[in-house]
Nanobody, 115 residues
Framework: VQLQASGGGLVQPGGSLRLSCAAS????????MGWYRQAPGKQRELVAR???????YYTDSVKGRFTISRDNAKNTVYLQMNSLKSEDTAVYYC??????????WGKGTQVTVSS
């Protein structure tokens, strides 16, 4: 099973992007679907996460600008990113956590916010 993230790219400050991450195979019992990011020279950080019941978490710096959602039938998670800032520039990774503790990481998609 692999996770494939897509939707990254170059966008101007204030612009929007929508990231998607889908599992290539069948994964059951996914509890968390989340997005992390890693900027150059910085540690990877949790950006947003959503539980199977729809409860969400956002890191403070993206609250009010990013929205995470999931489609359980498609094993897909989305991240709508609005009002993008230069400090949002990073490689974005998706991660799925199953109830049994097994997790899966996607390979990452580059988001660059620049004029």
């Amino acid at each position: 099973v692999q996770l494939q993230a897509s939707g990254g790219g170059l966008v101007q400050p204030g612009g929007s992007l929508r990231l998607s991450c889908a599992a290539s195979g069948s994964i059951s019992s996914i509890y968390y679907m989340g997005w992390y990011r890693q900027a150059p020279g910085k540690q990877r950080e949790l950006v947003a996460r959503i539980t199977s019941g729809g409860n969400t978490y956002y890191t403070d710096s993206v609250k009010g600008r990013f929205t995470i959602s999931r489609d359980n039938a498609k094993n897909t998670v989305y991240l709508q990113m609005n009002s993008l800032k230069s400090e949002d520039t990073a490689v974005y990774y998706c991660k799925f956590d199953r109830y049994n503790g097994i997790d899966y990481w996607g390979k990452g998609t580059q988001v660059t916010v620049s004029s």
